[in-house]
């Protein structure tokens, strides 16, 4: 019991911290989204290729968190990326609200339209920990199997997006794209698809449209 | 502060549940392995097809965990699987000595040969966890990058063995072996591998002889 009390503690004070960057995001118009998925469903690959198509006309900082190494940041840095933070856990299976805050500072809101924070690659834990963001933008690949909304619900009730990567892939397992969102909307009824390949570049335009398209409603709604 | 003393005090009581584990199933003689590895990297289809090879050979019990659904443990009894246990955490990131040692008394330790744990698909949090195992197995698919030694190598640093599955796909990404095997030894100099495909099933005659032969000798040992 003691352990749940003091995890309660901690996630309020996680809570009181997002709230405090969400206002200060929305008060400069700055769309901000929390990217989550197992290790290697490509986050960094579609915001590597995100950065390529819209770093000429958006102003966007990335946040990229990892357990160890900058690996991840330094790929984003090559895409493109002119305001990237690597943000190494040490251990740690999630960001959180605290580690967001410390970074934000350094970021220069008034020159911002949109803040990416990439989450470490964990299905389970990020799901907790509120960071202040918008919307948490799940990703899970064609590789990893269908039945993955429904065995770790929490990320996917907790999405507003669901990018269903690596379609180049598709056929090569019993991985079945009807059956995903299917799966999805049991959890999450209000989830958005997005079906991108990185490889081929299939489905990244409608990405990259939505993605503009928000970042303007947010700046339009300042 | 606080928060790191009871995890402490978390991880003794377990590290007290897990030596007792141990000692049960070695003073029967019982192998256990405990599978690790991200969502959707294969574990559930690895233990699959190593019942469908073992199990008129040697007694198996499995212990499949997951957050939600025991969709594992309906495929490890279809597979064969005779004395198949369900664990869902129910939102949990990981087993803990404490959910195998309230299954244990269900479980018939004179018959038995292999304990099989299935974890969480997670490749941070279930690394911190003794389950009394005598190694823990972990997987990588080839979809997955071969970077996620070093990002996450808390778990590679803790297992005995990495199989490196989905073999069938090596060519789709820029996934390299070589490298993969490279950066794991970099964290752990004594990790042994195995290469599998569940689908076309090249490598698996080595992994189910080796297996074979590690029950092999902790029965001789005891």
């Known amino acids: 019991m003691k352990k749940i009390t003091v995890e309660k503690k901690v996630l309020s ?37 995100t950065l390529a198509s819209l770093v000429n006309d958006l102003k966007i900082a990335l946040i990229a968190g990892d ?45 911002l339209d949109l803040l990416i924070i990439e989450n470490v690659g964990n299905l389970v834990c990020p799901a907790s920990y509120d960071l202040g963001e918008d919307m948490k933008i799940a990703l899970i690949s064609t590789t990893e199997g269908h039945d993955k909304p429904l065995k770790y619900p929490g990320m996917f009730r907790r999405s507003s997006v669901l990018v269903i990567n690596k379609t180049d892939l598709l056929g090569t397992s019993d991985f079945d794209v009807i059956t995903v969102k299917k799966n999805a909307l049991k959890i999450n009824a209000d989830l958005k698809f997005f079906e991108t390949s990185c490889r081929t570049g299939d489905g990244l335009k409608q990405w990259f449209q939505w993605l503009s398209a928000e970042v303007k409603i947010k700046k339009n709604s300042n």
Chains 1, 2 share one sequence.
């Open 13 to 49: 004070e996680n809570d009181k911290k997002a709230a405090a960057i969400r206002q200060a995001l929305a008060s400069h118009g700055v769309l901000s989204l929390n990217f989550v998925s197992s290790p290697g469903s490509g986050k960094t690959s579609l915001l590597e290729k």
């Open 67 to 111: 357990v160890q190494t900058e690996n991840d940041a330094d790929r984003l840095i090559a895409a493109g990326g002119e305001a990237v933070f690597p943000l190494v856990t040490g251990g740690s299976c999630h960001l959180d609200a605290k580690m967001i805050s410390d970074i934000l500072p350094k970021i220069d809101l008034d020159n």
